[in-house]
């Protein structure tokens, strides 16, 4: 088994071993080549594991992803995990660029559980996917008092994504969002974005739109919500529940039957929320994390 640097040409072959992994995963989406090349171009490091006859048997990459630096570690199946992830693992990890590096795991992936927590890997968090069927409209919540809850304008996105990364505490929206949302779901506008409003500021958000890999995969109806965000100043206000439901109808009246969304399980007051609105727990990815001295 050789170590080798990741080249573009291997991009086929990178995609196919993906996919054999990730195949039978909860809601598997075949993963497309161009996919693959805009999430390597953005890693700081990748490495590839073949075999003796050059066949990629391993891959390993870095990267930063919204909630740090994270680790993805893809072995062929029927290949030996151990050795792989034994030749990988040493030589990409001390390349980590924060000193706190996380990974990803099914609560049932035994091996790979066993595989990271022997490499000094903890449980962190667990991001929780809860789905919640739109049959019946949501009842909007009343709001503290000087409060506007309605949808974006089309004029406000550069205020839309200062707000986003200050309620995120870290970039999550860049300029030119709208136009990305658009592109990957033809029907969304400005409309699906709910904000609300104070003292003419925007101070809150939660953004939907059609789950578009999803239901083209599914042929499904599925909306998606981003998590809900709020300035720290105006927390407490109902803010988030409200947009959600708001956010939840204006799905249901775009023919959408179900909605999802994705939080923490230790951010416990989205959840809560989440719940109330008629969510439920539907998978949870286990979060890993090891901090390197």
Excluded at 61 to 90: H, M, V
Excluded at 158 to 177: C, F, H, K, S, T
């Amino acid at each position: 088994m050789k170590i080798r640097p990741y080249r573009e040409t291997d991009i086929p072959e990178i995609t196919g071993l993906v996919n054999d992994v990730l195949r039978g995963s909860h809601e598997f989406i075949p993963r497309a080549e161009e996919e693959m090349r805009e999430r390597l171009a953005g890693a700081s490091c990748v490495l590839l594991a073949r075999d003796e006859e050059e066949h990629i048997a391993g891959l390993a990459y870095l990267r930063q992803d919204w909630y740090g630096e994270t680790l993805t570690l893809s072995i062929l199946p029927g290949c030996n995990q151990d050795e792989i992830a034994g030749l990988l693992l040493p030589i990409i990890e001390p390349q980590n660029k924060t000193g706190t590096v996380s990974t990803g795991a099914d609560p049932g992936d035994q091996a790979t559980l066993a595989l990271f927590n022997s490499r000094g890997y903890t449980r962190e968090s667990s991001l929780c996917q809860l789905i919640a069927r739109l049959d019946y409209p949501r009842a909007l919540p009343q709001v503290g008092a000087g409060y506007v809850v309605r949808s974006l304008r089309p004029d406000e996105e550069d205020e839309l994504v200062r707000l986003a990364n200050a309620a995120y505490q870290g970039e999550r929206l860049r300029p030119g969002i709208l136009a990305r949302w658009k592109e990957g779901d033809p029907a969304f506008d400005a409309d699906m974005v709910q904000v609300a409003e104070y003292d003419g500021q925007l101070v809150a958000l939660v953004a939907a739109r059609s789950d578009g890999a999803f239901n083209r995969h599914y042929h499904a109806k599925r909306g998606y919500l981003g998590p809900a965000g709020t300035l720290p100043a105006h927390q407490g206000n109902n803010l988030s529940k409200a947009l959600t439901a708001r956010a939840m109808n204006v799905l249901r009246e775009r023919g959408m039957q179900t909605a999802c969304l994705h939080t923490w399980d230790r951010n416990s007051p989205a959840v809560a929320v989440a719940i109330s609105l008629g969510f439920r727990v539907e998978h949870e990815f286990l979060i890993l994390q090891r901090t390197f001295g």
